[in-house]
């Protein structure tokens, strides 16, 4: 396999766009991401991910744009197919071969497999390769493609949401792979819409909304996008604006009534707790948002900000 | 469902209870979303094509097409495809004579593949899990489908017999030829959905389904060849459309037959449906299996694993169909022998050969370009299909170009359609050869592959279609072969203008063993689908892919 040099990006967009009959389905994304690079590509459902996806695999055409992996043009699929292995997001497998018959096969014309790596991976996804695939429930047909794609030393995995028929113990064994992976040095592109996954992996995360790109992150800027809600019950009442008002990251400040206020609160909780140090508090609960309320705030109003941020 | 201790929902407790009966009308409307289009075309073709030739019969000269036609009608190979002519100069009863056969296979072959599409396609799809989940049981919804299959069957029959009634032919044959074509198509119907619930897979049920009809037009036509054998027409929905003879003898008993031939399948159907699981059947493989059976490491050894079992299917239902025609030789030639009058009259209509064996499979051979067509274009299907299905998804996510992909796919169905003809010239070497017919190996081979440029129309039309229309890759492959062959069949007895018949790809095709090899045609067949195929390759490499 041709080592490519440390300067080309493992895969890089520009002006990216698809358009179907009416709808736009990516419009004018640009992005780089470095080699060795662990990327998180967030969106909601039709946001574009997939469309990105597999624009990027050459099965799209883009309308405008074009992207290329480690420097080689997507639609010359014969070459740049070699630089990389994918898992999709609904993995469909002839349903009259065995999942080893797939795994072969997919060694056999792919990049290039790691065979001994494969057996264990096949192992710590605990998956029963004699079997035909038409018996494979959604998660065993996905551990197929992953064990498939970890297992090869192709330099870019491309993964689109490849957790989403996973159990909590295989989504574990996944988290682990993509850390391996990252360490033998392969970039990693994971499109998913499961914040906790992508905070756990990534290092840069790419926000799509309706096509458009609307934020591309470190993971420390991602955990400061992150509200956490915070309600205090204080033993008596006290003068309103002790100053909580002024903190930083506190917002939405509320009383509920005289001795319960509720807030919330964006990075670090330092600087409230030095505020309410000098209360009489007698509860204090602090409660992460859920992924429903960050997409919904995420996606909600403060997109036009987040645009002019970006602009 | 719950037990005796939860409340049932009440109207104010579910907002308003839904009707009894609502849940059944959804699982009917849906049916009849699945197979409206089918039924449509189906109905419009079994409408119109007998309805044409009625009216065209009426136009002909009776004087000068007698003599002609009469030949034609005595002609072995004519008589083992369309069975023996009865009551031709009626145009009712030519119109039976010449289309009963083709349009009752037409519409029983559909109604079975639309059967097993619409159960267990959307079963295998898992799609019938949603469903299932609802109020309904698995027989419900499987009669509820079963019954608007049926009734498309009813509509289509009734389309022949109102497009014959205005063609103005007489009302009691054209409405008993119309239950018998809406009663073939219930047959057909009833034994997809049988099939349906024996095995697990549609594939597989969709080839025994279609393969126990083709049985049953085998079984007419040793019923037909082999007179001690009359009675095998009982067993065969064709047999019983010959037993009957629509504007001949107007028998309605063959149609009672095949009404109690559905009730039974339907009621064998209902009972498989009620003692297996959904997503399964009594016949289903084994999912697992030996580890280390069978290397899969390249594209080749894929396409061989696509292709082998379709040819394996196709290949016994083709060597069934010829090693029988190889038997029926003699009995056919020995018909025109004893009536050396009807020899004479096809020698002056210019088919000298016809009474000879040579003749008789050289007709024979030209069909055979029927069956090759279409299995070329259902495994172009396929491909459509896998795309579809995202089946192709992590194979194009490998280093292999799409036309790489393609090329070996269509190697192998190439290979798949060379293999289908040599066995039925084989098969009907042997059956010639069993009893006695001067037929050599070789003139029955050179007949066969003779008529395979025919069949690569067919994959040029089915991979065109790939890139441009892959909604629609089976019927535009299929059609250079079966509508060439129903457009030469009708230009020759309508006595249509010359350039009308060569459209059909079967006017360039020699009746070889019986005439030398048309090579000037073959050559243009050739050309043709090379164009076809290599501009298919060229859209299809450029196109998005579904899925």
């Known amino acids: 396999m041709p080592v490519p040099a440390p300067a080309v990006p493992a895969l890089r967009a520009e002006h990216l766009s698809k358009r179907f009959a009416r709808t736009v389905a990516v419009d004018d994304l640009s992005l780089s991401v470095s080699p060795g690079e662990v990327f998180g590509f967030l969106g909601p459902n039709g946001a574009g991910k997939s469309t990105t996806i597999r624009m990027v695999l050459g099965l799209l055409r883009p309308s405008g744009g074009h992207v290329e992996v480690f420097g080689v043009p997507a639609h010359d699929v014969g070459r740049a197919h070699r630089h990389l292995a994918y898992v999709p997001a609904d993995v469909a497998l002839w349903p009259a071969l065995t999942g080893r018959e797939c795994l072969d096969l997919l060694a056999g014309v792919g990049p290039g497999t790691d065979l001994d790596y494969r057996a264990e991976l096949v192992e710590r996804f605990a998956l029963d390769p004699d079997r035909r695939s038409r018996t494979y429930s959604t998660g065993n047909r996905q551990k197929v493609a992953l064990v498939a794609a970890f297992a090869t030393r192709a330099p870019l995995l491309v993964l689109d949401e490849p957790t989403s028929g996973l159990d909590p113990l295989m989504e574990r064994e996944f988290r682990r792979c993509v850390t391996e992976a990252a360490e033998r040095g392969q970039t990693v592109f994971l499109s998913s819409h499961q914040l906790a996954e992508v905070e756990a992996v990534c ?37 309103a604006g002790v100053g909580l008002a002024g903190v930083d990251g506190v917002a939405d400040l509320q009383w509920r009534s005289p001795v319960e206020l509720t807030m919330t609160l964006a990075g670090p909780p330092a600087p409230v707790l030095r505020a309410l140090a000098g209360l009489d508090v007698v509860a204090l609960d602090v409660r992460e948002p859920s992924l429903e309320e960050l997409f919904l705030d995420f996606y909600g109003d403060h997109l036009s900000s987040r645009e002019e941020l970006r602009a | 469902m719950t037990a005796g201790t939860a409340p049932a929902p009440t109207t104010s407790a579910a907002g308003r209870a839904p009707e009894p009966g609502a849940a059944g009308r959804v699982v009917t409307a849906l049916a009849v979303r699945s197979v409206r289009r089918g039924a449509v075309l189906v109905t419009g073709v079994a409408a119109g094509m007998p309805a044409l030739v009625a009216v065209q019969h009426r136009q002909l000269d009776q004087e000068l097409a007698g003599a002609s036609l009469a030949a034609l009608a005595e002609n072995p190979a004519i008589r083992t495809l369309f069975g023996p002519p009865v009551a031709l100069d009626d145009p009712g009863g030519f119109t039976v004579w010449r289309t009963g056969t083709a349009i009752a296979v037409l519409v029983g072959v559909w ?20 469903l299932l989940a609802g109020r309904l049981r698995l027989p419900a919804v499987l009669l509820r489908h079963l019954a608007v299959l049926l009734g498309a069957a009813a509509l289509v029959g009734a389309g022949t017999a109102a497009g014959l009634l205005l063609a103005g032919t007489a009302t009691t044959g054209a ?83 095949l009404a109690g031939t559905v009730a039974v399948l339907v009621a064998a159907a209902a009972t498989v449906a009620t003692r297996r699981d959904v997503g399964s059947g009594p016949w289903r493989r084994p999912g697992a299996v030996a580890p280390g059976t069978g290397e899969l490491r390249s594209l080749p050894a894929l396409a061989a694993r696509h292709t082998g079992r379709p040819v394996v299917g196709w290949g016994a239902a083709v060597v069934a169909y010829f090693l029988l025609i190889g038997l029926l030789a003699t009995t056919m030639t020995d018909f025109l022998t004893e009536n050396p009058r009807f020899a004479e009259l096809a020698a002056q209509a210019g088919f000298a050969e016809l009474g000879t064996v040579r003749g008789y499979v050289a007709s024979l051979f030209t069909v055979l370009a029927v069956p090759v067509g279409a299995f070329v274009a259902s495994r172009v299907a396929a491909t459509a299909a896998d795309e579809v299905a995202g089946r192709l998804t992590l194979l194009y996510s490998l280093p292999v170009r799409r036309v790489r992909w393609l090329a070996t796919e269509l190697t192998g169905v190439a290979t798949g359609a060379v293999l289908l003809a040599g066995a039925a010239g084989l098969a009907t070497w042997l059956g010639a050869t069993w009893v006695g017919a001067d037929l050599s190996a070789g003139a029955a081979l050179a007949g066969v592959l003779n008529v395979l440029p025919i069949a690569a129309v067919c994959l040029g039309a089915a991979v065109a279609a790939l890139a441009w229309a892959p909604a629609a890759v089976l019927p535009l492959g299929v059609l250079p072969a079966a509508g060439g062959y129903l457009l030469l069949v009708l230009a020759d007895t309508l006595a249509w203008p010359g350039w009308v018949r060569g459209l059909s790809p079967f006017a360039h095709v020699a009746a070889v063993p019986a005439e030398p090899v048309d090579v000037p045609g073959l050559v243009g067949l050739l050309v043709v689908a090379a164009a076809l195929t290599a501009g298919g390759l060229a859209g299809y490499r450029r196109r998005d892919l579904r899925g």
């Open chain 1, 203 to 239: 290092a840069r995360v790419g926000i799509l909304r309706q096509g458009r790109l609307v934020e591309v992150a470190g993971l420390r800027e991602l955990r400061r996008l992150r509200r956490s809600e915070i309600s205090v019950t204080l033993a008596h009442p006290v003068a």
């Open chain 2, 111 to 130: 109604a079975a593949l639309a059967a097993t599409r619409v159960t267990r396609g959307e079963e295998e799809a898992g799609r019938w899990d949603l």
């Open chain 2, 175 to 257: 409405v008993l030829f119309g239950a018998l074509i809406g009663g073939t198509g219930m047959v057909g119907a009833a034994l997809g959905a049988l099939a349906a619930q024996l095995l697990a897979e549609r594939r597989a049920a969709a080839g025994l389904a279609v393969g126990v009809l083709l049985a049953g037009l085998l079984t007419r036509m040793v019923a037909d060849g082999v007179p001690a054998l009359g009675w095998l027409h009982w067993l065969s929905p064709f047999g019983l459309l010959g037993r009957s003879a629509p504007f001949a003898a107007d028998r309605v008993l063959p149609l009672v037959v």
